[in-house]
Structure formats: structure tokens, C-alpha cells
């Protein structure tokens, strides 16, 4: 069974960091990208950053809202993706959820996690 | 950054309704956009991609259409199962961007 499970959510200050993990299994960690995506409290679905996979570098990219705070990061020898958020904001309040996709044509494969919720509250 | 726009933001609807959802790109997308389902407190679910390929799993009832700019998501005929938030998204980029969403409600 493909699962992905985010975790590392909570509650914390403006001007403050946090860690979030995505643990994948049931699938070959290594041949997916990985999203990021977010979504306020009431509102639509954002998108975060992305990371290629390590055989293509690794390469990043982010919105612009988080790019210079938000670094995404991966261990695929432990099925693990990472999403360091440094200077959070309020605005950052969010449920997080981390996507693993794959194109292998015709398929399209898009996992993903149930998010884990972050507050950013004085 | 390719914004997407969908339409309408929320629609009304009864059980055995034929519902269409409109989104439209800024820009060509070819054929890489994708549609979700998302219910209150749930991941967003894989309905459709490559704008008419539908998910393993998926109802027949469901079906994309479009390529460019302009894509439509319609359900035959609406179940109960089916009130929930729908969503557009283009991947047709590495900065994925979404539709603000339509909410299929009840009538």
C-alpha cells in the first residue's frame, strides 16, 4: 500500500523555525518528485516548493511567499523529505501536505500525505 | 507564474444533475492539468489528469476535456458522494498552480 505521512506540526511564534517530515512507503521513494502544498484555514490549495529527483541534481524551486525561508530537502535512503521553515509568518498557517508524483507515460502517479497542521500564533 | 481561473466558485446542485467546472490558464498548457476532489478535513484526491485520463478507481461518471487554455471537469450524474470542493491544477510547470475551487453543494 503507497503511503505518505507528514509530520512535525504544531504550534509556534512568528520569527520562529520548524521542521516538518513526509515519510513515504510502498513505492520506490527515489523515482518520485516531491511537492509541497499548503492550505489556510477556509481557503484554496497553494503550492510550496518542489524537489526533482536526486538522478536530475535534486534541483528546488518555491512560491514566491516562502522562497529565502522555506528549504525542502530529501533522504531517500530513508524514504524521508523535509521542509525546514525558518522565520515563519502567520500567514504561513497552515495544513501542510507533501505530494510524491511521477510521470511515466502514459501514467501519471500523485501520491499524497493526510498534511499535518501548522499555527504560527503569538 | 501561469495563473489558473475556475468557474463558478460554487454551484448548486441535486442528486442525478449533470454538473460542469470551467478553468481556464493564462497561458498554454497543453494537456497537463489535473483535477481534484477534496472533502472537508481530507488530502485532495486524484479525479483526473493529463486533463481527460481518469484515475484508476475513479467513476466513470467523471470526465476532462480541453487542452490549451480552457478545460472543463463534468460528472454525468451527480451522487451524494460527490458534494465536495473541486480543484484545478496545472503541471505543466515546475510552480504548480491551482484554481481557487468549486463547491458542488447540495440544492
Known amino acids: 500500500e503507497v503511503r505518505l505521512v507528514e509530520s512535525g506540526g504544531g504550534l509556534v511564534q512568528p520569527g520562529q523555525s520548524l521542521s516538518l517530515s513526509c515519510t513515504g512507503s510502498g513505492f520506490t521513494f527515489g523515482d518520485f518528485a516531491i511537492n509541497w502544498f499548503r492550505q489556510a484555514p477556509g481557503r484554496g490549495l497553494e503550492w510550496v516548493g518542489f524537489?526533482?529527483?536526486?538522478?536530475?541534481?535534486?534541483?528546488?524551486d518555491y512560491a514566491a511567499s516562502v522562497k529565502g525561508r522555506f528549504t525542502i530537502s530529501r533522504d531517500d535512503s530513508k524514504s524521508i523529505v523535509y521542509l525546514q521553515m525558518n522565520s515563519l509568518k502567520t500567514e504561513d498557517t497552515a495544513m501542510y501536505y507533501c505530494?510524491?508524483?511521477?510521470?511515466?507515460?502514459?501514467?501519471?502517479?500523485?501520491?499524497w500525505g493526510q498534511g499535518t497542521l501548522v499555527t504560527v500564533s503569538s | 507564474d501561469i495563473q489558473m481561473t475556475q468557474s463558478p466558485s460554487t454551484l448548486s446542485a441535486s442528486v442525478g444533475d449533470r454538473v460542469t467546472i470551467t478553468c481556464r490558464a493564462s497561458?498554454?498548457?497543453?494537456?497537463?492539468l489535473a483535477w481534484y476532489q477534496q472533502k472537508p478535513g481530507k488530502a485532495p484526491k486524484l479525479l483526473i489528469y493529463k486533463a481527460s485520463t481518469l484515475e484508476t478507481g475513479v467513476p466513470s461518471r467523471f470526465s476532462g476535456s480541453g487542452s490549451g487554455t480552457q478545460f472543463t471537469l463534468t460528472i454525468s450524474s451527480l451522487q451524494p458522494d460527490d458534494f465536495a470542493t473541486y480543484y484545478c491544477?496545472?503541471?505543466?510547470?515546475?510552480?504548480?498552480?491551482f484554481g481557487q475551487g468549486t463547491k458542488v453543494e447540495v440544492k
Open positions: 524537489m526533482r529527483r536526486e538522478v536530475f541534481g535534486g534541483a528546488t
Open positions: 491544477q496545472q503541471y505543466n510547470s515546475y510552480s504548480r498552480t
Open positions: 497561458q498554454s498548457i497543453s494537456s497537463w
Open positions: 505530494s510524491a508524483y511521477r510521470i511515466v507515460a502514459p501514467y501519471f502517479f500523485d501520491y
